[in-house]
């Protein structure tokens, strides 16, 4: 059962424009999604999360913007980089207080920026 | 300081065999968390250790096993090799609550 739905799997952007990843979810017990970037050959790197008691959290070029009612949230990625070029995959989890929780991941979109 | 470190970095083996994956956390962190990631796939939780204790498995065969270790590291065990258990296996720590680290990952290839 896929929980968190992801799209697109694929974008191109040019430099300088704007990126932006949606994801869904079902689960409503679930108070956690972060976003992370994935380079070839390497582990996944937290980029942003949220929580859902903002609509809103934007660090640098990066915003996570989260809709609780339509549950989903997205990510945008302004002024994209060659060097954004990646696999961004988000993720939604719920928090247990001192203990790490169970990240439930989408699908995954391979962004390209081209010059 | 350092990150999440995993070993080995690839392995090769063949169908049947048996394969030990291991993993550092960050200094401090007590949490451990595997993850199996199929190409072209998001990663697939397996396993969660707090304080030694298993605290999460995820829909995988008894076939995959893990424990965690006085000293916070971790190893997941795979048993009777499949060829579809080729994968990136990731492992991720926490010191607590919900922000995960992940590692580089180990490149397991069953022929």
């Known amino acids: 059962q896929q929980q968190v739905k992801q799209s697109p799997q694929s974008l191109i952007v040019q430099k300088g424009g704007i990126s932006i990843i949606n994801c869904a979810y079902e689960?409503?017990?679930?108070?956690?999604f972060p976003w992370y970037q994935q380079f070839p050959g390497k582990g996944p790197a937290l980029l942003i999360a949220?929580?859902?008691?903002?609509s809103e959290k934007k660090e640098g070029r990066f915003t996570i913007s989260f809709n609780k009612s339509a549950k989903q949230f997205s990510l945008h990625i302004m002024d994209s980089q060659p060097g954004d070029s990646a696999t961004y995959f988000c993720?939604?989890?719920?928090?247990?207080?001192?203990?790490?929780?169970?990240?439930?991941f989408g699908t995954g979109t391979r962004l390209q920026v081209t010059l | 300081d350092a990150g999440v470190t995993q070993s080995p970095t690839h392995l090769i083996k063949t169908r049947g065999q048996h394969v030990t994956l291991r993993c550092s956390p960050i200094?401090?962190?007590?949490?451990v968390s595997w993850y199996q990631q199929v190409l072209g796939q998001g990663p697939q939780f397996i396993f969660q250790?707090?304080?030694?204790?298993?605290?999460g498995r995820g829909n995988f065969p008894d076939r995959f096993s893990a424990r965690q270790f006085p000293n916070y590291s971790s190893e997941l065990n795979v048993n009777a090799l499949l060829l579809g258990d080729s994968a990136l296996y990731l492992c991720?720590?926490?010191?607590?609550?919900?922000?995960?680290?992940f590692g580089p990952g180990t490149r397991l290839t069953v022929t």
């Open positions: 991720a720590s926490s010191l607590a609550g919900q922000v995960q680290y």
């Open positions: 689960n409503t017990a679930f108070d956690y």
């Open positions: 949220i929580r859902p008691d903002v």
């Open positions: 993720a939604a989890s719920r928090i247990n207080t001192g203990t790490a929780s169970k990240l439930t």
């Open positions: 200094s401090g962190h007590k949490s």
């Open positions: 250790y707090y304080e030694k204790e298993e605290r």
